[in-house]
């Protein structure tokens, strides 16, 4: 699990950090609620 955050890098930093829901609006802005 740790390799793969570290791998995937700062997305997941943001995913971490509660960013997620930015980071999903930012992706699939449609599917927003």
């Known amino acids: 699990m740790a390799r793969a ?3 995937m ?9 509660g960013g997620w829901r930015e980071w999903f ?3 699939y802005p449609v599917m927003d609620k």
């Not at 700062?10 to 995913?15: A, C, G, I, P, S």
């Open 5 to 7: 955050l570290m791998r």
């Open 9 to 17: 890098g700062y997305k997941n930093v943001l995913v971490l950090k």
């Open 25 to 27: 609006r930012a992706k």
